[in-house]
């Protein structure tokens, strides 16, 4: 089991910048792949990125590459994701997810825990 909380979500300006987190309990966390995805009202919740266990391999949406990071910290059980350059389109309760069959996965059915979600809000 892995219970994931995320934090840091906000109101910011377009252009700005937040650093999300995600809180991870449970002794898989450091095996399993993680993910953030973002859901805006009447969408589909999309990826944003991902991360392998060892930090060394992530992958990002089109819509957000050279402006977002992901990031862990397994000492930690934590994982990271640095929003810059923010635009109106972010707007999106974001989500963590982790997937415990280490798949790499952009498709959220493969996706075995989530957490509650965090609002990021930008406005023009």
């Known amino acids: 089991q892995v219970q994931l909380v995320e934090s840091g979500g906000g109101l910011v300006q377009a252009g700005g910048s937040l650093r999300l987190s995600c809180a991870a309990s449970g002794r898989t966390f450091s095996n399993s792949y993680m993910g953030w995805f973002r859901q805006a009202p009447g969408k589909e919740r999309e990826f944003v990125a991902g991360i392998n266990w060892s930090g060394g391999t992530t992958a990002y949406a089109d819509s957000v590459k050279g402006r977002f990071t992901i990031s862990r910290d397994n000492a930690k059980n934590t994982v990271y994701l640095q929003m810059n350059s923010l635009k109106p389109e972010d707007t999106a309760v974001y989500y963590c997810?982790?997937?415990?069959?280490?798949?790499?996965?952009?498709?959220?059915?493969?996706?075995?825990?989530w957490g509650q979600g965090t609002q990021v809000t930008v406005s023009s």
């Open positions: 997810a982790a997937d415990h069959r280490h798949r790499g996965s952009t498709w959220r059915y493969e996706y075995d825990y």
